[in-house]
Structures are given as structure tokens and as C-alpha cells.
């Protein structure tokens, strides 16, 4: 006597097809739970027992096995509860077979047999419809989040009866049990912060602008109370809403995150991590299973370090390769899972230990010594990979008696650089890009995108005495594309290039 149904075992963002076998032999009445469970997994035999026998369901008493197939592949987590209690009150021949056999299963199973809400189910439904199911039974807590993936037939359970009802149950279940409802989230939305506050600021601001419309990393650097924090929390309401795709992914992160969702959010992402994170914190990992770090939470949108000079060295040179490839891979003795990490940086430092080094009025106490190891601290190969570098001042307060609004409003940033990024995308059309700062520069420096010769010679010069490495070289092209997008010019000229070298390295033309 078995019965099989299925669930999905997730690795990362990765699904993976669980079939979940139930068997029932004539040994010594017992509950064995195989296939490489880990402990709170191999905890779902005491939740099945009670849930069941709660639930109206009687367990057959005979040795049952419950296999989760393929065994070698880990498994984690109690979403694998209610296909678990399916399967093994199918083998009594009180379920349809055919039923069980063509639907997923995802829920986690209380004593009393409700269900409870569990993360992940973006994703863990994505690859069920993937591999061509398309029955999903679901907790009540989820039914929201499992309606975001279309093309599939949901059904939202209150608890294990009613599971068992769906699929041909001979019982009586009571109409009045009260649903497992998901946490409500812990802050609540705040107010987008609008860039016309920012007076006095009008080179930082443009800088914001720019990097917006390409996608490119940027460094604030300045004293404390200079505005630093301020700028970078005011690009994030700049960046124009995440298209489908870049939006699902970022929910699917959130999902594993264990956040509820019950819409789709197309606002890019801001993460924010403390400069005291670890390595693990912000790139991922895991010893059984991986989560997702800072760079992952930040896919699609904005990862700000704040005093980024007081961050471990080793934990922003971690960012090197995420930076270049766009995603993170973990590697584990059991598995090897892979995160996508396309987000924008935007690192804020001050001068010096101090923040008083080269501000007009103050007194730096640093040694010299002292400055110059805090600078280090951003390594060559870190500021390399970062587009711009703005210097940010303190405001004057001549600035603040004579301007009451910034320049810019975040609408009118936010239509401008929709309008540089549409350019973009209409003229990397054809090729997996659609923003200037992911374009290969290979792509810049050779065939029919190629600048002219006068037009990049400061770029040669800044080269060939060694101002600049290929890399560099590279990301100047990069923004000088997207300054020529927002003045709405079809090829940079030499103003761009001009203003894309300043902003990099500091240089005129």
C-alpha cells in the first residue's frame, strides 16, 4: 500500500521536485521519515502524528515509511509537513491516488492541524510550474503570495482536514476553525523622501542623477553632517519602478526571507546594513541551507554602506566579484546554490578618523599616518569598480538663507531618468542589456560604438600615463553614454567624456 504526492525542497532561489512516498508494511507499527531530513524536518513526524489524529484523520497502525526522493538531495524545513500527512493517510485508501499524485504540497503543520504560513513559496512555486504541475494546495497565510505566480489552480488550505477533503476525504470538517494568519509586517511603509529637500548640493545631486540613469556606483565622501546619508537615500526614490521580471526576482528573495507578501512591489529595493556586518551578512551563506545576504536583498535596487572606512576590509573586498558578475555563488560540501546581485552601490565615508580633514573651520587632530590608513581602507581594486566620486561640503549658510528648495524634485529626477534609461534600452536592444553600466566594454571600444579618435583622447592620455586602468577606462565610456542620454544626444561628445572623467577621477579635459 503507498501513496505519493509531491512538495519542493528549495536550494537558494532554486526549486527542487520532491516526491514524497508513503508506504505502509507488516513490521512493527512505527513512523520512519527518510531521504537526508534535517532536524526540524526530521521533527515532522511528532507534527503529523498529533496534526492527524486532531484532525479526524486516523494514521493506519502498521510500519509506515515516508521516502523523500531524490534522497540525496538535502532538504530543510517544515514545508514539507502537510505533504508528508497527505501521503501518509493515503496509504488507507481514503484519498483519491490520482488527486494526490498531480498536486504540490507546501505547508507546515500545527498540533492541532492548521496550517502555518512558510517562506519561500514564490520561488518553490515557480519551479513547480516549471516542471509542469499545475495544482498547488497552499496555507491561507500564502494564498496571496502563490497567486503572484500565474498558471497555476491554488487552492488555500485552513488546515490538514480540509486537504484531506479536497482530495476525497469521507470526513466532517468543522466550518468554523480560525486560519493561521501571517505576521504583519514589522515597520510599515514610510514616506519617500523627496530630493528637493537637499539644498546647496547641486554638483552631489546631478552626480545622483547620473548614476541613476546608468546604473553606475557612486562615493560620498565629506565631512560629518554634510549630507551624505541624506544623498543616498534619495537616489533610491529616483530609480524608476523594477520591471516584471527584475521585480519577481527581488520578491522571490523576500519570500525566502520569510517577509510576507501579498503584492507585487516594483519599487527598487533599499538595503542599508550596519558597517559592522559580516561577511556571511552581506554576501550569503549557510552551513545547511543558504540564505541570502545584503547584496541579494539589494538585487534590483540600492546597497548603502555608511561609513563604509569603518567596515572590515575583507567584507568590502567581498564585493569585488558581485560587482563585476552581477550575482553570488556559495559553495558548500552539500550544495552549491547561486543568488542574483545585480544592485547598485553607494558607499559614504569621511575624510579622515576625525571627519574634520580639509573642512574650512575645523581643526583635524589626525596624524598623517591615521589619514592615510583610513583612506586605504577602500582598496584600489574597490574604488576601481565605483564610477563616481563626489567630494560633498558642508552647506553655508548663505545657501541656506538664499535656497528654500533644491533644484531637483524627485518626479522630475525620477522622469529624466526614465527618459535616459528608455534611450539606453532602445539602443542596447538586441543584447541581454539594458542599462549603460552592465555593458561589456569591450562593446565601447570597438566596432560602430566606438568613439572617435579626438573625442576619447583624454581618455588615451589618462591611460597611457597610467591615471587610469582598462577597468576605469571602461566605466568612464560607460558614463559618458549616460550623460549623453540625459542631454538626449545621440553619441557622447567631448563634454561628456569630459564631465564622465571628472566625476571618476577627478580630472579636466
Keep these: 500500500m503507498t501513496a505519493r504526492t509531491w512538495a519542493v525542497a528549495l536550494t537558494g532561489l532554486n526549486g527542487h521536485m520532491v516526491d514524497v512516498e508513503a508506504d505502509l508494511s507488516q513490521q512493527t507499527p512505527g513512523f520512519d521519515l527518510i531521504g537526508l531530513a534535517d532536524r526540524a524536518l526530521g521533527e515532522a513526524v511528532r507534527r503529523v502524528h498529533n496534526a492527524c489524529r486532531n484532525s479526524g484523520l486516523d494514521l493506519p497502525r502498521r510500519k509506515l515509511t515516508v521516502n523523500l526522493s531524490p534522497a540525496s538531495l538535502p532538504k530543510h524545513g517544515t514545508a514539507f509537513d502537510l505533504a508528508i500527512a497527505i501521503a501518509a493517510f493515503g496509504t488507507g485508501d481514503a484519498l483519491d491516488p490520482a488527486s494526490l499524485s498531480r498536486t504540490v504540497h507546501l505547508g507546515e503543520l500545527g498540533l492541532d492541524g492548521r496550517l502555518r504560513p512558510i517562506a519561500g513559496v514564490l520561488p518553490a512555486l515557480y519551479a513547480a510550474r516549471e516542471a509542469g504541475f499545475e495544482r498547488v494546495v497552499v496555507p491561507v497565510a500564502n494564498e496571496a503570495e502563490a497567486r503572484l505566480v500565474p498558471g497555476l489552480d491554488v487552492h488555500a488550505a485552513v488546515s490538514l ?91 522571490s528573495i523576500r519570500s525566502l526571507m520569510g517577509e510576507p507578501l501579498t503584492r507585487l512591489d516594483r519599487r527598487p529595493p533599499f538595503v542599508a546594513p550596519h558597517h559592522s556586518a559580516s561577511i556571511a551578512a552581506m554576501i550569503g551563506g549557510g552551513s545547511r541551507s543558504a540564505r541570502p545576504g545584503a547584496i541579494a536583498r539589494a538585487h534590483g535596487g540600492l546597497l548603502f554602506l555608511d561609513e563604509a572606512a569603518e567596515a572590515p576590509r575583507s567584507v568590502l573586498d567581498a564585493l569585488r566579484q558581485p560587482l563585476e558578475a552581477g550575482a553570488i ?181
Excluded at 470538517?173 to 523622501?193: I, K, N, S, Y
Excluded at 556606483?217 to 516584471?244: F, N, Q, V
Excluded at 571602461?474 to 538626449?488: C, E
Design 161 to 251: 482536514a480540509h486537504v484531506a477533503l479536497l482530495h476525497g476525504a469521507d470526513i466532517a470538517v468543522p466550518g468554523d476553525t480560525e486560519p493561521v494568519l501571517a505576521a504583519e509586517a514589522a515597520h510599515a511603509a514610510e514616506p519617500e523622501p523627496d530630493l528637493a529637500d537637499v539644498i546647496g548640493q547641486d554638483d552631489a545631486v546631478a552626480a545622483l542623477v547620473l548614476a541613476a540613469a546608468g546604473g553606475h556606483h557612486i562615493l560620498l565622501s565629506g565631512p560629518p553632517g554634510a549630507g551624505k546619508t541624506m544623498l543616498a537615500r534619495r537616489l533610491a526614490g529616483i530609480l524608476p519602478d523594477l520591471g516584471e521580471e527584475l521585480a519577481l526576482e527581488a520578491a
Design 329 to 509: 555563488e556559495i559553495h558548500r560540501a552539500d550544495f552549491t546554490t547561486r543568488f542574483p546581485a545585480r544592485f547598485q552601490l553607494v558607499l559614504a565615508t569621511n575624510p579622515c578618523p576625525c571627519g574634520s580633514f580639509g573642512v574650512v573651520g575645523e581643526e583635524c587632530i589626525c596624524p598623517p599616518a591615521a589619514i592615510r590608513r583610513y583612506a586605504a581602507r577602500l582598496s584600489g581594486p574597490i574604488r576601481d569598480r565605483l564610477d563616481i566620486e563626489v567630494r560633498v561640503a558642508r552647506v553655508s549658510a548663505a545657501q541656506v538663507a538664499t535656497q528654500e528648495r533644491g533644484s531637483w524634485s524627485t518626479t522630475e529626477a525620477r522622469a529624466r531618468v526614465e527618459e535616459a534609461r528608455d534611450r539606453a534600452a532602445l539602443r542596447w536592444s538586441g543584447t541581454p542589456w539594458r542599462l549603460n553600466a552592465h555593458v561589456p566594454g569591450t562593446w565601447l571600444r570597438q566596432g560602430d560604438r566606438r568613439l572617435p579618435p579626438e573625442t576619447r583622447a583624454p581618455l588615451d592620455r589618462a591611460l597611457q600615463r597610467g591615471a587610469l586602468t582598462l577597468r576605469g577606462y571602461d566605466r568612464v565610456l560607460r558614463m559618458a553614454w549616460s550623460a549623453a542620454d540625459l542631454d538626449g544626444a545621440d553619441v557622447p561628445g567631448l563634454a561628456h567624456v569630459g564631465r564622465a572623467l571628472y566625476l571618476k577621477k577627478g580630472m579636466t579635459v
